[in-house]
């Protein structure tokens, strides 16, 4: 436990200094984010010249995000299991040709 100072101006110094550190702490964590934010950017860039410089296309970016088994349903989606769904169909032969693309 933290005992009270008997002297106002000893209070008063230690409420300063908590300030001053939480300031400085703050200060500091923002420019470590800035920086790493900076790093990640420059880093992407340097990739995507290297990659230019070398004759090669610069990939996109792919984000697969794991499926969830309970996840959020579509807002159309049906939860009876079993439905009946009525829809008109052609026969196609087999000797048809894959259309152009």
């Known amino acids: 436990m933290n005992p009270r100072p008997s002297n106002p101006v000893t209070g008063l110094l230690q409420r300063i200094g908590l300030?001053?550190?939480?300031?400085?702490?703050?200060?500091?964590?923002?420019?470590?984010?800035?920086g790493a934010v900076a790093f990640g950017l420059i880093f992407a860039l340097g990739v995507a010249?290297?990659?230019?410089l070398r004759g090669r296309r610069p990939g996109g970016i792919r984000f697969n995000w794991p499926q969830q088994p309970f996840g959020r349903r579509?807002?159309?989606a049906s939860s009876a299991k079993?439905?009946?769904?009525d829809v008109q169909v052609r026969e196609v032969p087999e000797s048809a040709q894959e259309p152009k693309r």
Not at 82 to 85: I, R, T, Y
Request: hydrophobic share 80%; net charge negative; glycine share 8%.
């Open 19 to 34: 300030a001053l550190a939480a300031v400085v702490f703050a200060i500091s964590a923002f420019v470590l984010a800035i």
């Open 82 to 85: 079993g439905e009946v769904v």
């Open 49 to 52: 010249v290297w990659a230019l």
């Open 74 to 76: 579509h807002p159309g």
